[in-house]
């Protein structure tokens, strides 16, 4: 890939920043041999155990315990596809009309969550959430099989030591494109992801060393987007000082490789390294950040002839603040390079702002903000295109921003009520890229 020097040059200073208090807090943690309680052994497996019986669970069988919900939620969504109203000529006096659906879209969904405390020390859950949607004027986008919420999961804490270890199983069925800034006149982006692997914590009080391994998989469920079926290895380490126990400051790296079911996309190898801190400012003010260096190789052996690799810096800001005990909010500041959808690979810078506002009794108000800016590395479909003069695979630049207000209300102890309004704008260098949308969902959970 081809920079300039300011941002490798950034991304040195960002780590020297960095890296200059962690050797001094390393000598001073050193000196000082700070005492803090352990993340690993009896002592936070059972801090653990305490937190998970104040979930409200409403039923046991036997040392199992089960917590059942289901939500039934109706959106309206007057541009499903992402598309804008207009037209294009392209050579040859070729003209393409877009225009946006709307559509009502029922939401019915059930949730199931499960604890089962193996032994004192190790615990075994599994948290499922799957739905499905109806749409009223458009029945062609209703989903295939089901869908599976993020954060459906099946997970093991073991607590052995100094040492806590979790094996993992993370999954979801997903359809809604509006997570992916780079699709425009898309409706169904249905795909399963799966994540599974084992991360291991180890707690020498003065340093906490993390590292694990997880296997990732993408399957398309729509012929539209077979080409990103894929799995990717990844590694992934850090090594955190604890000078105080307020704060961490540390060194974080990872490993990915990641190869292509079908050779349309290029296969690619990505490293990460750099540091970061943490640090707990005061009791309701705490802050994180983070910077490095990123690397992505990418072989030439696919359809879309894109020989750009990344050698960039990333970076990333992440503060949380209870103000009292009406308001609460978070703030998340980033720059990152990510796998592209059309491309190689997509430069994204982002801001995103969530507030949560306890205002009224029995009512939670929600409100987020969000700006993000993309650039796509772009390249050429050696197999040729169907409209001469037209490259579906050319770079886009793109700017993205919306924000959102949701609000909560505790009915009865058993019913949840919810309102959500989302705005959502993008802005392309593309012809008929650009688009507005509205949504807005009302919902009801009841929990048994």
Same mark, same amino acid.
């Given at each position: 890939?081809?920079?300039?020097?300011?941002?490798?040059?950034?991304?040195?200073?960002?780590?020297?920043? @960095?890296?200059? !208090?962690?050797?001094?807090? $390393?000598?001073?943690?050193?000196?000082?041999?700070?005492? +803090?309680? %352990?993340?690993?052994?009896?002592?936070?497996?059972?801090?653990?155990?305490?937190?998970?019986?104040?979930?409200?669970?409403?039923?046991?069988?036997? !040392? #199992?315990?089960?917590?059942?919900? =289901?939500?039934?939620?109706?959106?309206?969504?007057?541009?499903?596809?992402?598309?804008?109203?207009?037209?294009?000529?392209? !050579?040859? /006096?070729? +003209?393409?009309?877009?225009?946006?659906?709307?559509?009502?879209?029922?939401?019915?969904?059930?949730?199931?969550?499960?604890?089962?405390? @193996?032994?004192?020390?190790?615990?075994?859950?599994?948290?499922?959430?799957?739905?499905?949607?109806?749409?009223?004027?458009?029945? /062609?986008?209703?989903?295939?099989?089901?869908?599976?919420?993020?954060?459906?999961?099946?997970?093991?804490?073991?607590?052995?030591?100094?040492?806590? #270890?979790?094996?993992?199983?993370?999954?979801?069925?997903?359809?809604?494109?509006?997570?992916?800034?780079?699709?425009?006149?898309? =409706?169904?982006?249905?795909?399963?992801?799966?994540?599974?692997? $084992?991360?291991?914590?180890?707690?020498? /009080?003065?340093?906490?060393?993390?590292?694990?391994?997880?296997?990732?998989?993408?399957?398309?469920?729509?012929?539209?987007?077979?080409?990103?079926?894929?799995?990717?290895?990844?590694? %992934?380490?850090?090594?955190?000082?604890?000078?105080?126990?307020?704060?961490?400051?540390? $060194?974080?790296?990872?490993?990915?490789?990641?190869?292509?079911?079908?050779?349309?996309?290029?296969?690619?190898?990505?490293?990460?390294?750099?540091?970061?801190?943490?640090?707990?400012?005061?009791?309701?003010?705490? $802050?994180? #950040?983070?910077?490095?260096?990123?690397?992505?190789?990418?072989?030439? &052996?696919?359809?879309?002839?894109?020989?750009?690799?990344?050698?960039?810096?990333?970076?990333?800001?992440?503060?949380?603040?209870?103000?009292?005990? @009406?308001?609460?909010?978070?703030?998340?500041?980033?720059?990152?390079?990510?796998?592209?959808? &059309?491309?190689?690979?997509?430069?994204?810078?982002?801001?995103?702002?969530?507030?949560?506002?306890?205002?009224?009794?029995?009512?939670?108000?929600?409100?987020?903000?969000?700006?993000?800016?993309?650039?796509?590395?772009?390249?050429?479909?050696?197999?040729?295109?169907?409209?001469?003069?037209?490259?579906?695979?050319?770079?886009?630049?793109?700017?993205?921003?919306?924000?959102?207000?949701?609000?909560?209300?505790?009915?009865?102890?058993?019913?949840?009520?919810?309102?959500?309004?989302?705005?959502?704008?993008?802005?392309?260098?593309?012809?008929? +890229?650009?688009?507005?949308?509205?949504? #807005?969902?009302?919902?009801?959970?009841?929990?048994?």
């Amino acid at each position: 890939m081809s920079h300039a020097n300011s941002p490798i040059l950034f991304a040195r200073r960002l780590t020297l920043a @960095v890296l200059l !208090p962690l050797l001094i807090c $390393v000598g001073t943690a050193r000196a000082q041999d700070a005492i +803090r309680p %352990s993340l690993a052994g009896e002592a936070a497996a059972e801090a653990r155990r305490q937190s998970i019986d104040k979930i409200p669970y409403n039923l046991q069988v036997g !040392p #199992i315990k089960f917590r059942f919900s =289901a939500t039934m939620g109706l959106e309206y969504n007057d541009n499903i596809n992402l598309a804008e109203d207009s037209t294009y000529v392209f !050579p040859g /006096n070729l +003209r393409i009309r877009t225009e946006p659906q709307e559509d009502l879209i029922f939401r019915p969904q059930i949730n199931l969550n499960a604890l089962w405390p @193996v032994t004192q020390l190790n615990t075994l859950r599994f948290d499922l959430g799957i739905g499905y949607a109806f749409y009223l004027d458009h029945s /062609n986008y209703n989903t295939t099989a089901i869908l599976v919420t993020p954060g459906s999961q099946l997970a093991f804490d073991i607590f052995v030591g100094d040492f806590r #270890i979790n094996l993992h199983d993370r999954f979801s069925v997903q359809q809604d494109p509006i997570a992916e800034i780079a699709l425009s006149n898309v =409706a169904d982006y249905g795909r399963f992801e799966n994540l599974g692997g $084992v991360s291991v914590l180890w707690d020498l /009080n003065q340093a906490v060393v993390t590292f694990g391994y997880d296997h990732y998989t993408y399957i398309s469920l729509t012929d539209q987007f077979a080409y990103l079926d894929r799995n990717a290895d990844i590694l %992934s380490g850090s090594i955190g000082f604890t000078p105080s126990s307020t704060m961490t400051v540390g $060194v974080e790296g990872s490993f990915v490789n990641t190869y292509y079911d079908q050779m349309v996309l290029n296969d690619a190898r990505s490293y990460n390294a750099g540091a970061f801190l943490e640090t707990q400012l005061t009791n309701n003010l705490r $802050v994180r #950040i983070a910077g490095g260096y990123q690397q992505i190789d990418f072989d030439d &052996n696919g359809l879309v002839s894109d020989v750009q690799d990344v050698d960039d810096y990333y970076a990333n800001l992440v503060i949380s603040h209870r103000v009292n005990s @009406v308001l609460s909010h978070n703030l998340a500041v980033g720059h990152e390079n990510q796998l592209g959808v &059309n491309s190689n690979y997509l430069t994204l810078d982002y801001i995103r702002y969530t507030a949560n506002w306890n205002i009224l009794y029995h009512t939670l108000l929600s409100t987020e903000l969000f700006y993000e800016n993309s650039s796509e590395s772009g390249g050429t479909f050696t197999g040729g295109s169907v409209i001469p003069g037209f490259n579906p695979y050319a770079a886009e630049n793109a700017h993205r921003y919306g924000g959102a207000l949701a609000v909560g209300y505790q009915l009865t102890p058993h019913v949840t009520l919810g309102l959500r309004y989302q705005y959502t704008q993008k802005d392309s260098n593309l012809p008929l +890229r650009d688009y507005r949308q509205n949504r #807005i969902g009302i919902d009801g959970t009841y929990s048994f």
